[in-house]
């Protein structure tokens, strides 16, 4: 049985590749066991949270992401932070997951973005929703560590 944050990249992974819909491969024990129900719970819990965010359509911008840590790439040679953009009026949400099994660090450049209504937003800090914790947009991007397949979400508003 795969381990919650497993289930949560693969998840979030499918929402920032423009997935419309979320099918879960469940293990029997999913469904048959206390800890099986909750690991799901815990996804569908966090899917919850961003739930009027998931209606909106991916902005066809590339994020940039800059692996700073040792760990950069997985086994097939891809980039191991990926990262999509959505916004919302004023608001913007960048969905960032780490798809490795270990620490990882990265910078996600939000510079180089071609969307007018991003590049005029002035938006000096971003809440990252799981962990209400802020992060403070520096010259090179958002600077952040990820744990093992950990996804992060930062909620940008204009100010």
Same mark, same amino acid.
């Given at each position: 049985?795969?381990?919650?944050?497993?289930?949560?990249? +693969? $998840?979030?992974?499918? #929402?920032?590749? =423009?997935? !419309?819909?979320?099918?879960?491969?469940?293990?029997?024990?999913? =469904?048959?066991?206390?800890?099986?129900?909750? &690991?799901?719970?815990?996804?569908?819990? !966090?899917? @919850?949270?961003?739930?009027?965010? +998931?209606? /909106?359509?991916?902005?066809?911008?590339? #994020?940039?992401?800059?692996?700073?840590? !040792?760990?950069?790439?997985?086994?097939?040679?891809?980039?191991?932070?990926?990262?999509?953009?959505?916004?919302?009026?004023? /608001?913007? *949400?960048?969905?960032?997951?780490?798809?490795? &099994?270990?620490?990882?660090?990265?910078?996600?450049?939000?510079? @180089? *973005?071609?969307? /007018? $209504?991003? &590049? @005029?937003?002035?938006?000096?800090?971003?809440? /990252?929703?799981?962990?209400?914790?802020?992060?403070?947009?520096?010259?090179?991007?958002?600077? $952040?560590?990820? =744990?093992?397949?950990?996804?992060?979400?930062?909620?940008?508003?204009? =100010?």
């Amino acid at each position: 049985m795969p381990i919650w944050q497993e289930m949560d990249c +693969l $998840a979030f992974l499918s #929402v920032i590749h =423009g997935s !419309r819909g979320i099918f879960f491969f469940t293990f029997r024990e999913i =469904g048959t066991t206390k800890e099986g129900r909750q &690991k799901l719970e815990r996804v569908t819990d !966090r899917l @919850n949270r961003l739930y009027p965010w +998931l209606m /909106e359509k991916n902005l066809t911008v590339k #994020v940039d992401v800059e692996m700073v840590s !040792r760990h950069r790439v997985d086994p097939k040679g891809r980039q191991a932070v990926h990262c999509g953009i959505k916004r919302r009026e004023d /608001e913007f *949400l960048v969905i960032a997951v780490n798809t490795l &099994k270990t620490y990882v660090e990265a910078v996600i450049r939000l510079d @180089n *973005l071609e969307n /007018e $209504a991003f &590049k @005029n937003s002035k938006i000096g800090e971003w809440r /990252e929703i799981f962990s209400d914790l802020c992060y403070p947009l520096r010259k090179e991007g958002i600077r $952040a560590k990820f =744990g093992p397949f950990e996804t992060k979400a930062f909620l940008g508003k204009k =100010g």
